[in-house]
């Protein structure tokens, strides 16, 4: 323990006082002298003090670019989901297209089947009509 002695006058009165870093005051011999004494264990947790505090500022910094890029892909989320709802869209529209042509062709074949059938049937007409 490292000790020193202050010559003045009597800077906190007889009265102990302790700070905050580990000194303390004790009253000397004589009422103009006060003594000093450091404490070297506040010294090593301030020391631990420090560090904790370098600490918590990696961790609030980590902390904080975490939520930017959770704002960042949260962003790229509700973008991809807007695409992906036009998609959705867009190929209804499609289905519907498709469906409408599929039934105007399916009927246009019955058409076809239907005046084909009567073709057939004039010519065997014909044909037997003609023999």
């Known amino acids: 323990m490292a000790s020193e002695s202050l010559k003045g006058g009597s800077y906190y009165g007889a009265a102990p006082y302790r700070s905050g870093e580990g000194l303390s005051t004790r009253a000397a011999g004589s009422s103009d002298e006060i003594q000093l004494r450091i404490d070297p264990m ?54 519907r297209r498709l469906n409408r042509r599929i039934i105007q062709q399916g009927s246009n074949h019955i058409v076809h089947v239907v005046l084909f059938a009567l073709l057939i049937f004039g010519v065997v007409f014909l044909y037997s009509k003609f023999s």
């Open 42 to 95: 506040q010294g090593e947790l301030d020391d631990q003090v420090t560090g904790l505090r370098r600490q918590i500022r990696q961790l609030r910094s980590v902390a904080q670019e975490i939520e930017s890029e959770a704002k960042y892909q949260n962003d790229f989320l509700n973008q991809l989901q807007m695409t992906l709802i036009r998609a959705q869209a867009g190929v209804k529209n499609n289905m």
